[in-house]
């Protein structure tokens, strides 16, 4: 059973850099099996899903490029881990921030169907 699991502060001030981590177990992000593609996705309150980017098995990454400029994913492949960076926060990044698993590569996908695996979801709040 694949099972992945956001962490990180619940809480960020304005400016500063959130660092999200998302811990995959049953299931390895850097060989070609499976899964292949992990990414993060996140929903501000009361508004719809936002793809922010993705990893593949071999590291490369695909962005929003509405995010790019401010957005990076990386991987520690020794912990089976893949990271969220998203610089100078401002309020509007407040969200339910979602790691997910996938077999294809489908750049901007946030239907819940896409992904083969979701984690529960960590709560962002950007607030001074």
């Known amino acids: 059973q694949v099972q992945l699991q956001e962490s990180g502060p619940g809480l960020v001030k304005p400016s500063q850099t959130l660092s999200l981590t998302c811990t995959v177990s049953g299931a390895s992000i850097s060989i070609p099996a499976s899964y292949n593609y992990w990414a993060w996705i996140r929903q501000p309150p009361g508004k719809g899903p936002e793809w922010m980017g993705v990893?593949?098995?071999?590291?490369?990454?695909y962005y929003n490029p509405s995010l790019k400029s401010r957005t990076s994913i990386h991987r520690d492949t020794a912990k089976n881990q893949f990271t969220l960076q998203l610089l100078s926060v401002t309020p509007e990044d407040t969200a339910e921030y979602y790691c997910a698993a996938s077999r294809r590569l489908i750049l901007g996908a946030t239907s819940r169907d896409t992904y083969d695996y979701w984690g529960q979801g960590t709560q962002v709040t950007v607030s001074s």
């Open positions: 990893i593949s098995y071999s590291g490369s990454t």
